[in-house]
């Protein structure tokens, strides 16, 4: 069983749509997760951190998260094309080692 | 301030020969992190260093990768006998040791092995 899976996709999405990303994970003693933006020829860019059970805002993004189902998700709102991009759950363990999912491919149709 | 730096930004090198990518944290930044990407591929993680503990080396394909890290400085990954299947963007990340504490990227070592 891989450490973080991600629903595969690709994910396409009409501009201004919702577009939702899933994430779960295998450690159930894991503290910190992280969303990473990676734009094409890119490298990773952090747009999301969240600790505590329950939803976290920041402008258009919103991470959600569940300990007890081992689940934290991203919705990113009012889809733009600019939002086309891979997004990386990242897990962080309890000795504080970070691990990666595959990666979601979101494309936004303008 | 400077974010981590990594160099070369591209490398082509011939099959059958060494190369030498590396990475420079950021400041301060205890944790340091491998990992590659092939094209159109998720990042495959290489290796950890954690402060002055032993480094995890779990991810290293095979004895023909090596890294080293003085302390909290600069690491080197080595491919000795590099193949056409080494190819790929060598990336570096780093961060606090503290838990919560989200990793940071450098730009990436394009490897091109002919």
């Known amino acids: 069983q891989k450490e973080v899976e991600q629903n595969s996709g690709p994910l396409s999405v009409p501009e201004g749509a919702i577009a939702s990303l899933n994430c779960t994970y295998s450690?159930?003693?894991?503290?910190?997760f992280f969303w990473y933006r990676q734009y094409s020829g890119k490298s990773p860019e952090l747009i999301m951190s969240?600790?505590?059970?329950g939803d976290k805002e920041d402008g258009r993004f919103t991470a959600q998260l569940n300990k007890a189902s081992q689940y934290v998700s991203l919705l990113i709102r009012d889809s733009q094309p600019s939002d086309s991009a891979t997004y990386l759950c990242?897990?962080?363990?309890?000795?504080?080692?970070?691990?990666f999912g595959a990666g979601t491919t979101v494309t936004v149709r303008a | 301030g400077a974010g981590v730096s990594q160099s070369p930004s591209n490398k082509v090198t011939e099959k059958g020969k060494d190369v030498e990518l590396r990475c420079d944290p950021i400041?301060?930044?205890?944790?340091l992190y491998w990992y590659r990407q092939r094209l159109g591929q998720g990042l495959e993680f290489l290796i950890y260093f954690q402060g002055n503990s032993a480094p995890d080396k779990s991810g290293l394909p095979s004895d023909r990768f090596s890294a080293e890290r003085t302390g909290e400085s600069v690491s080197t990954l080595t491919i000795q006998r590099t193949q056409q299947e080494d190819s790929a963007v060598y990336l570096c990340?780093?961060?606090?040791?503290?838990?919560?504490?989200?990793?940071?990227f450098g730009n990436g070592t394009r490897l091109t092995v002919t």
């Open positions: 969240i600790y505590s059970n």
């Open positions: 990340a780093s961060s606090y040791t503290t838990g919560g504490s989200p990793l940071h």
């Open positions: 400041s301060g930044h205890t944790a």
């Open positions: 450690d159930r003693g894991s503290q910190s």
């Open positions: 990242a897990v962080s363990s309890n000795d504080y080692k970070l691990s």
